[in-house]
């Protein structure tokens, strides 16, 4: 009859165990013994689910680095939001600032240029426009401001060139990072990011600081 090793609890097989039993428990002390090895990386993971307490050691540990990083929040670690970036649907992302939840993107296109106000709501939908506004004439528009269209087409515009807006709409180009004139104004168009909050994301913190 099999019994169990004190520490890992494996399989240790009795010479009168079935021969695909055996197979079985040491197909099973194998996964065992690859759960519990190291994971090493050179710095925070930015994909995958982890658990409580599971920790990444430092690939190229050096002085007044840290020799790992250890999860405390069970979750999906994503990597952090960044702004005029091109999001494909499927890519996930985590707030800059830490709220506990991770964001998937469900409608391919380029992020904003301020960061969104990830809502924490299970399931919420952020479209990633904050602080745009709707198009106005004769308006001094300042680099990096963001308008959108009287007539909503899914997309918002960035000042690449500020100055003084035109006394009539332009034609909005709808190429993606297509310019548009404005008398003074010239526009960069992009594809809303809309980001929907799937869960819980893993909180990766240093330890172990080389002196």
Same mark, same amino acid.
Not at 1 to 7: D, F, I, P, R, V
Not at 194 to 202: L, M
């Given at each position: 009859?099999?019994?169990?090793?004190?520490?890992l609890k494996l399989i240790i097989p009795s010479l009168n165990d079935e021969v695909q039993?055996?197979?079985?428990?040491?197909?099973?002390?194998?996964?065992?013994?690859?759960?519990?090895?190291?994971?090493?990386?050179?710095?925070?993971?930015?994909?995958?689910?982890?658990?409580?307490?599971?920790?990444?050691?430092?690939?190229?540990?050096?002085?007044?680095? =840290? /020799?790992?990083? %250890?999860?405390?929040?069970? +979750?999906?670690?994503? !990597?952090? @939001?960044?702004?005029?970036?091109?999001?494909? *649907?499927?890519?996930?992302?985590?707030?800059?600032?830490?709220?506990?939840?991770?964001?998937?993107?469900?409608?391919?296109?380029?992020?904003?240029?301020?960061?969104?106000?990830?809502?924490?709501?299970?399931?919420?939908?952020?479209?990633?426009?904050k602080n745009g506004s709707t198009w106005q004439p004769s308006k001094v528009y300042n680099?990096?401001?963001?308008?959108?269209?009287?007539?909503?087409?899914?997309?918002? =515009? /960035?000042?690449? %060139?500020?100055?003084?807006? +035109?006394?009539?709409? !332009?034609? @909005?180009?709808?190429?993606?990072?297509?310019? *548009?004139?404005?008398?003074?104004?010239?526009?960069?168009?992009?594809?809303?990011?809309?980001?929907?909050?799937?869960?819980?994301?893993?909180?990766?913190?240093?330890?172990?600081?080389?002196?």
């Open positions: 009859m099999s019994t169990l090793s004190n520490k039993q055996t197979i079985l428990d040491l197909a099973f002390n194998f996964q065992k013994l690859d759960d519990a090895s190291n994971t090493y990386a050179i710095q925070i993971p930015t994909s995958g689910f982890y658990k409580l307490n599971e920790k990444v050691w430092n690939s190229n540990p050096q002085t007044g680095q =840290y /020799v790992g990083w %250890v999860n405390t929040r069970e +979750g999906r670690a994503s !990597p952090k @939001w960044t702004p005029l970036y091109a999001y494909n *649907v499927g890519d996930f992302v985590v707030p800059n600032v830490d709220n506990g939840h991770y964001y998937e993107c469900i409608q391919a296109g380029r992020s904003g240029v301020n960061e969104p106000t990830f809502l924490t709501n299970e399931g919420s939908l952020i479209e990633d426009t680099l990096y401001d963001v308008v959108f269209p009287t007539l909503d087409n899914n997309r918002f =515009y /960035v000042c690449t %060139v500020a100055g003084t807006s +035109g006394s009539n709409e !332009p034609n @909005w180009s709808l190429i993606d990072g297509g310019t *548009v004139d404005d008398n003074m104004v010239v526009w960069t168009g992009y594809r809303k990011v809309i980001w929907q909050e799937k869960g819980i994301a893993c909180n990766f913190k240093p330890f172990g600081k080389i002196e």
